[in-house]
């Protein structure tokens, strides 16, 4: 078997060595053209990026900030979606600020991809307490 593939190997190395140089330069430009058609494909599927995903986004930050909002009216917040995030009122005064800035901490840990861009607790704040979570992401609510 090894005998046969090595015959075949050196009958196909002497049938190249046969070709005159045009030919032999027209195959190697084919297998060079070929090759290059191969790697821009390969880099085109790896660098562009996927269109499901891009659609999927605006669902999923949807998604995310009912999530949000469920969680902020569990904490016992009042919530509102804006065009960013949610704003969300503290009705209620805790009994003490350690008790409000509690719940304020398990509100921004229970929304992932929000951030907190404003807040305003204490006497110098006017009432309600307000918070802002605006969502990291592209919202089209």
Not at 14 to 28: E, K
Not at 51 to 68: D, F, K, M, W, Y
Not at 89 to 106: F, Y
């Amino acid at each position: 078997m090894l005998t046969f593939l090595r015959d075949r190997l050196v009958r196909f190395w002497r049938g190249l060595g046969a070709l005159s140089n045009n030919a032999a330069l027209a195959l190697s430009g084919a297998g060079f053209a070929i090759s290059v058609v191969v790697l821009v494909l390969t880099g085109l599927t790896l660098t562009v990026p996927d269109q499901s995903r891009a659609t999927l986004e605006p669902i999923a930050a949807g998604h995310a900030v009912r999530n949000c909002e469920e969680q902020a009216i569990r904490l016992g917040f009042q919530a509102t979606a804006s065009d960013r995030g949610l704003l969300i009122e503290l009705p209620e005064r805790g009994d003490s600020a350690t008790t409000d800035i509690a719940r304020i901490d398990a509100l921004t840990q229970g929304c992932p991809g929000f951030q907190m861009t404003d807040l305003c607790i204490g006497p110098d704040c006017s009432a309600p307490a307000e918070i802002r979570l605006d969502h990291q992401g592209s919202l089209d609510l």
